[in-house]
């Protein structure tokens, strides 16, 4: 297998949507800053990702819903009607300069990542997981939805049977909605139980591939190697696929304010790690995450687990002059972060008990029989 390419861009430092838009935080740039500090990330290995155009988008998008996303970013307003039909200029999906053009280039990436994976390999795509878009409306701080591109542009590139694994806080509405009823995907989301888009209950099956566990709040790291072990390892093994796309947000660690889970970044590479080998091709995905401190350093730490690298119990001084350098206005966490914030890129382990109602849940989905 070859080695693991990066696709970032530029423009997620450059953009933001808004001064108090919980994406106002540095993600990406975060990433690339410190595995680049640490050696991590030499030019070989990285790809620039390219912005899409309309017509790629309307693998999965309408055409009107694209157009009226490139006439908002260009009139930098929208009307109500659009508003209304499209979700566009709302608080969860503003108006900002780059509201095309960035969304565009996440689904870039995505679509180039599907062709690269052709004859096999592994690609990481922080900036990839936009999971709540729908073919035509915005949605969960997504206006497209690139993890559905990916999987139609691995489709394209010859690939039969995709797993599809999201441990992001939020259930993936969107790339169900699009995949629930095929055969060829297996798709598996542990998120948290009633939080937005309030879907994704336990009862869900689609066409028979549709595996969804709601958690209970303070969900651990315990409890969440149980789910590796019980739920998602079987289920892609017995499913045999021919590639997997596991979504990685990081909102699900203890200390992002859009949840009420207690993972540490251990449990997220764990998950990393152990999917690795069960397919030729494997593609990682960003997603949520709206701490500056703990989705970088989650997401650095994907990459080092992709690439077998050891990670230090303390960062050398150019990596942790990358965090210090990060800010997080708006937030009462942001105004005096602890210091393994700044010095170390793992968590301390979260364990905890492994509780009824989980050990009760994941019976139930262990039970099913494949359709």
Known sequence: MSVPRLIGSEIFRRSGYGAWHPLRVPRVSTVLDLSRALGWLPSDRYIVAPRAKPAALT????????????????????????????????????????????????????????????????????????????????????????????????????????????????????????????????????HEERRWPFTGGLQDRGGGNVFNLPVPRDFNDTEMAAVLDRLILPRVAAFRPEAVVLQCGADAVEEDPLSRLSLSNNAHWAVVAALAPLSPRYLVLGGGGYNPWSVGRLWTGVWATLNGLDIPDRLPEAGAAVLRGLSWTGSRRGKAPPAHWFDTLRDAPRPGPLRDELRDRLAALEKREPP
Request: charged fraction near 20%; include cysteine.
């Open 59 to 190: 693998l999965w998008h309408s055409p009107d819903y694209i157009a009226a996303l490139e006439r908002a970013e260009a009139a930098q307003a929208v009307s109500e009607a659009e508003r209304g039909r499209y979700g566009l200029g709302t608080p969860s999906n503003p108006v900002f300069p780059e509201m095309y053009r960035r969304p565009a280039t996440g689904a870039g990436g995505s679509l180039l990542a599907g062709e690269l994976l052709a004859k096999g390999g592994v690609i990481y795509h922080p900036a990839g997981g936009t999971h709540h878009g729908m073919p035509a409306r915005a949605g969960g701080f997504c206006y497209l939805n690139d993890p559905v591109l990916a999987i139609l542009s691995l489709r394209r590139a010859g690939v039969g049977r995709i797993a599809y694994v999201d441990i992001d806080a939020h259930h993936p509405d969107g790339v169900e909605v699009a995949f629930a009823d095929d055969p060829q995907t297996l798709m598996i989301s542990v």
